[in-house]
């Protein structure tokens, strides 16, 4: 079990029965590998508001002794209880009104009556801390997976942040080529500086990439889809201009598109673009006007007309879809896989 959640006690104090119940409290928490928190017992120069507040803010858990009517506790478990779990406790004298309590000090207030509260009847209560390590248990299950998915989740940042840039590039690249080599695309180096081979030629493996990016190509019924794939240091305002070109002169073929025989009615370009800078997203809609933000996360999108007939080609003007696909932070770049399946899953 993880060893850092953290519980916050509200209880009253320098009763002699709940200061005994506390010691007990305590010692629940501590074998279930809680660390309980109790603002009298923590050593502090803050306003004691303040100090309530932050560790409130802070805990994972919460601990609530109804006992005496404390207005203090009442407060800080509502306050608690808009986004942190309260577990509830009271003497079981507190369940139910007395004449002699004309101010009902020594019961449960109406508005938490309704509350599964765990009961003590005192400090030698043998049921209490069993019953208390089940609530706590089944409360604080959901918190434990949670906590250990953030730890799963930084181990994931610091092992790619540790990794070279020259290793970053070859994780990403191959990522996005199996991604699309098994989604059955056309993979080339098209677009990419030429050598004496022809750039448009098949590639079936990462080790055939010339440089760390591809292009990649898929015709479904109607729809010709095509990706640009690069990893670059950073998103200039120079490699924008560049992009802003690709949406006059696309870097496929004219002919490309309609090598189907089924009548093309739509084209979606995919402009994927990894980056170890920041700020690329903004220079690119800078940059290229006509660029509105995409409904997803890290994209720009825009509609153009791809028409044949300047290339001398006796087709109708096909509509062109065009979304950028920016990923610059590292937990952007460490979920790169997972977003391309979902986005292009279906494609």
């Given at each position: 079990?993880?060893?850092?959640?953290?519980?916050?006690?509200?209880?009253?104090?320098?009763?002699?029965?709940?200061?005994?119940?506390?010691?007990?409290?305590?010692?629940?928490?501590?074998?279930?590998?809680?660390?309980?928190?109790?603002?009298?017992?923590?050593?502090?120069?803050?306003?004691?508001?303040?100090?309530?507040?932050?560790?409130?803010?802070?805990?994972?858990?919460v601990i609530a002794d109804l006992t005496y009517a404390r207005p203090s506790v009442y407060f800080e478990a509502g306050y608690a209880q808009r986004q942190t779990p309260v577990v509830y406790t009271a003497r079981r004298d507190h369940f139910r009104e007395k004449d002699d309590d004309?101010?009902?000090?020594?019961?449960?207030?109406?508005?938490?009556k309704m509350r599964n509260i765990v009961g003590w009847s005192t400090p030698t209560d043998l049921t209490f801390p069993k019953r208390l390590t089940s609530r706590i248990m089944k409360v604080i299950a959901p918190i434990i997976k949670q906590k250990q998915v953030q730890l799963e989740r930084k181990k994931q940042l610091d092992d790619f942040d540790r990794l070279s840039l020259h290793d970053k590039r070859v994780m990403l690249v191959d990522g996005a080529f199996n991604h699309f080599h098994r989604l059955r695309y056309t993979i080339t180096n098209?677009?990419?500086?030429?050598?004496?081979?022809?750039?448009?030629?098949?590639?079936?493996?990462p080790s055939q990439l010339r440089?760390?990016?591809?292009?990649?190509?898929?015709t479904i019924g109607n729809t010709f889809t095509f990706v640009a794939f690069q990893v670059e240091p950073n998103i200039t305002v120079k490699l924008a201009e560049r992009y802003d070109i690709l949406?006059?002169?696309?870097?496929?073929?004219?002919k490309e598109p309609f090598q189907s025989d089924e009548a093309l009615s739509q084209i979606r370009e995919h402009i994927i673009t990894c980056s170890f800078g920041i700020?690329?997203?903004?220079?690119?809609?800078?940059?290229?006007?006509?660029?509105?933000?995409?409904?997803?996360?890290?994209?720009?999108?825009?509609?153009l007309p791809y028409d044949p007939s300047r290339y001398k080609q006796p087709r109708a003007v096909v509509p062109r879809q065009v979304t950028f696909h920016v990923f610059e932070s590292s937990a952007r770049l460490v979920d790169f896989e997972n977003t391309l399946d979902q986005r292009f899953k279906s494609r």
């Open positions: 079990m993880p060893a850092n959640i953290r519980c916050f006690v509200a209880m009253a104090f320098d009763r002699p029965d709940t200061d005994a119940m506390f010691a007990v409290i305590r010692r629940t928490l501590k074998s279930l590998g809680i660390a309980p928190r109790r603002v009298d017992r923590i050593e502090h120069n803050d306003n004691i508001d303040q100090k309530i507040i932050s560790e409130l803010a802070e805990a994972d858990l004309p101010n009902g000090n020594l019961q449960v207030h109406f508005d938490l098209a677009g990419r500086p030429r050598s004496d081979d022809d750039s448009r030629t098949p590639v079936k493996s440089a760390p990016g591809f292009t990649a190509v898929k949406l006059t002169f696309p870097v496929y073929d004219y700020g690329g997203l903004s220079r690119l809609s800078k940059t290229i006007p006509q660029l509105r933000a995409g409904e997803l996360q890290g994209t720009l999108q825009c509609e």
